[in-house]
């Protein structure tokens, strides 16, 4: 058997816990019943699996378990969100604040709204990544119905400051989405003192599987309107039909419950062997930290290389470490990424870039082993240019 890389990718997925397969297992086979079917034993044992799973998910941000509304992702959930709230605040109003720096599940849909009419503010970030809060307020008019800031960013791992962002948004009673896929169980997430009116999650980040996700929407103060983006059966409140998953829902909330049950010492490790590697690759000259070096998620580091050539570059990490250059869900565009350039990195230092998402499984052994193999890769492309 070959030996495989070691997997430092955790923001492009994480691995699926043990315990989640475990608790999923007899719900792909023994409990197998339709969640929606209400008169017989089989629909009845998912049904309760599903509601125990929706309570768990609800506790995790504050929410009520009417508010989690199941989805594929957090993709869908994304898109659910804003064409939803468009469409249902159409008369309302029709401006739209994002910023530049967030996933493209939340861009393409505020630009595919831009062709049915709809007026867009990109929000620019500052050099750290975070966004300027005086710039969000001073972009809200009369007519803007939502703004959607992300928790915790994808590429560079910095994270927004929610409850500010929430307190301006109620302040002017504008609905406030964020995209927490990055964030649910890694950082403590409260719908209720962050004033939160929309969320989306998803499990395959914070190992749990793939395919399942959910959006959270504010039942109360506001009741939060959202035209539903699938037609059926009526499933979710009406606003997500489709008969419910229910192996993947009773995965999803295994995952968040341990990961809410071990966020301390989690962060703690995960923090220890991020700055450990950091520490290493520090040591070399003009290698550039990207994104706040404080207000960030802890597994996440992401630095830029100067005078080496990004492709040559991961190109040479490869054998030895599974990680990203930018976004994989850009991975098959070769231009820089949007979010380093929005950072204001020039096109070379944005091209070659290295996304490290340490997870639950890496140990400080491979953190050691990945640390001196960058080292040498760097070494040996800058003596090939000179
Ligand atoms: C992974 C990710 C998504 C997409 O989530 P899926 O569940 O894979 O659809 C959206 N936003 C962010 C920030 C992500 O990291």
């Known amino acids: 058997m070959t030996v ?15 315990r989640v397969l475990a608790a999923m297992m007899p719900y792909f086979t023994q409990h197998f019943g339709n969640p929606a079917s209400v008169s017989h034993s089989y629909g009845w044992e998912a049904e309760a699996a599903v509601k125990q799973s929706r309570e768990v998910l609800a506790q995790a941000i504050h ?11 957090a993709t869908e959930a994304n898109n659910l969100a804003i ?45 750290d990544g975070l966004i300027n809060l005086d710039q969000l307020e001073k972009a809200i008019r009369p007519d803007t119905i939502l703004v959607s800031v992300m ?15 929430g307190a301006i948004c109620h302040k002017h009673q504008v609905l406030f989405h964020t995209d927490a ?33 959910a959006l959270y929407v504010r039942r ?29 829902i009773v995965g999803f909330a295994q995952a968040v419950e341990l990961a809410q049950v071990n966020m301390v010492s989690e962060t703690k490790r995960l923090i220890q062997l991020r700055d450990r590697l950091w520490q290493q690759l520090s040591q070399v000259e ?34 030895v470490v599974a990680v990203s250059s930018g976004s994989a869900c850009t991975a098959a565009n070769v ?18 870039s290295v996304r490290f998402g340490i997870g639950r499984f890496n140990t400080a052994s491979e953190i050691e082993a990945v640390a001196k193999h960058a080292i040498a890769t760097i070494f040996s492309l800058r003596k090939q240019t000179q």
């Open 151 to 165: 928790a915790a960013n994808n590429e560079i791992g910095v994270i927004q400051p929610l409850a500010e962002i």
């Open 4 to 18: 495989r890389p070691i997997y430092l990718d955790c923001h492009s997925t994480t691995p699926l816990d043990d």
């Open 335 to 352: 231009s820089a990424s949007h979010v380093l350039t929005a950072l204001g990195r020039s096109e070379q230092l944005a091209y070659a």
């Open 63 to 73: 929410a009520t378990p009417e508010e989690i509304i199941f989805t594929s992702g």
């Open 220 to 248: 109360r103060n506001p009741r939060v309107q959202i035209a539903p983006q699938l037609h059926g059966g009526g499933h979710e409140r009406g606003m997500r039909s489709g008969t419910l998953y229910t192996p993947q």
């Open 286 to 319: 003009k290698i550039h930290l990207n994104g706040h070096p404080k207000e960030r998620l802890p597994g996440n580091l992401n630095i830029s290389v100067k005078g080496v050539d990004g492709a040559a570059l991961l190109l040479g990490l490869q054998p």
């Open 181 to 213: 896929a990055q964030a649910i169980g890694k950082i403590p997430l409260n719908v209720e003192a962050m004033h939160i009116d929309l969320m989306s999650m998803t499990a395959h980040k914070v190992y749990g599987p793939k395919g399942i996700g």
């Open 83 to 127: 064409k939803g709230v468009a469409e249902a605040n159409f008369s309302k109003g029709r401006h739209i604040i994002t910023v530049a720096t967030e996933h493209k599940a939340v861009l393409d849909p505020c630009k595919y709204l831009q062709t049915l009419g709809f007026e867009i503010t990109f929000l620019p970030v500052e050099s």
